[in-house]
């Protein structure tokens, strides 16, 4: 394997000290030069041991992937493979062709590898065609046969959220994956009655392996009142909670409307994602409220048997999709299903000369192997003024 330096020398940062030590900043990928920002993920490729797939993307826009870059290591991380391209994008004669990747995931039954994507053409190259365009296909194992999961029954396209909405596996052998669809008015046009940026319905896909085929059934889609979030239901994030249930941490907005409190939002299963309760606001486990952007967010299981969220929670209102800092961590109590205050701490910061329109957002997350840290790869997205640029960090969060 050829050694390449991914890895700058970690830096502890001041206001994030944890019980088992001080949470440490590394540069994974260094962005090429301004106007081009690097998004940069490691996962493991196997149900156990240490071999991890590095996926660099590069963005020039918004909503938009250049091109792909796949690294392998055997070792943890400690060496890599040279990088190998993998093309995101291809002109044909109705459009463009426009490819995300998502982590890949193994199944911790079957030991299969599952990795995921979005596919669509955009006739004009605009990403916000893809309400209508996106579908989602995966592999198995790698192999060479794609798999689309079929769209639910009113033809509407579906999409993944951010790299940090996984599947999750239950006690059953099903896998579940969180996704959104955009809904259709009768003349086939987007619906939106927020009148936000975008609108989708939340829907969590069931999968049962078949043989060696997986297949997928179609919930009830999760919806939020657009009077109090006006872009809907966004990026729902899954997790197990006491006496088998399932919970889904949902990305909520006030996009056009700053008035309404902006808040995380929190639906329940109890049949093992067959149905879901209607969303609420997700609080702390005190009761208490919090305000959280319109931004991914994950929960994460450990080894050591807890549940934690990642996320932005702010101290004052926020507007849309900002501030996307700080970010935090904290511990999920596994029998409210609420977050517990006491244990949220700060994992970075806008730092006093960076521009207030920094994203600590667009992250993934996964617990290492050998040192039982958890580990988040995540972009710092505009830290410099009027620059489309960032490099991509790696966190050791001590737990």
Known sequence: MKRRAFLAASAALPFARAAGGEIRREVFLKAPGNGTAIMAYAYYTKAAGAELMSVETRWTRSDTIDIAYLRRSSDNGKTWSAPTPRATGEKRPNGMLRRHNRPGWADPKTKRLLTFWLEGILPSDDPLEGMKAWDIYYTIDGKPEVHKIPRPPGGESMMLGDTTCLPLSLSDGAILLPAVMAPLNKDGTVYN?????????????????????????????????????????????????????????????????????????????????????????????????????????QLLHHSNGRLYWLGNITPENPKGNRPRYPFVIGEVDRDSGLLIKNTVRKVDDKGPNEDPILTLSNFYAREDRETHEIVVHMTRLFAVPNHWQGDAYLYRIPV
């Open 193 to 297: 009655p927020g009148g936000g940026y975008t609108y989708h319905y939340g829907i969590i896909l069931r999968g049962e392996w078949k043989g060696s085929r997986l297949e997928f059934t179609h919930t009830r889609p999760l919806k939020i009142d657009p009077a109090r979030s006006t872009r809907g239901v966004d990026e729902p994030t899954l997790g197990r909670l006491s006496r088998n249930r399932v919970i889904a941490v949902i990305r909520g907005s006030n996009d056009v409307k700053p008035q309404l409190p902006s808040w995380r939002w929190v639906s329940i299963s109890s049949d093992g994602g067959r149905t879901w309760t209607d969303p609420a606001p997700w609080t702390y486990s005190n009761g208490e409220s919090f305000y959280s952007p319109a931004a991914c967010s």
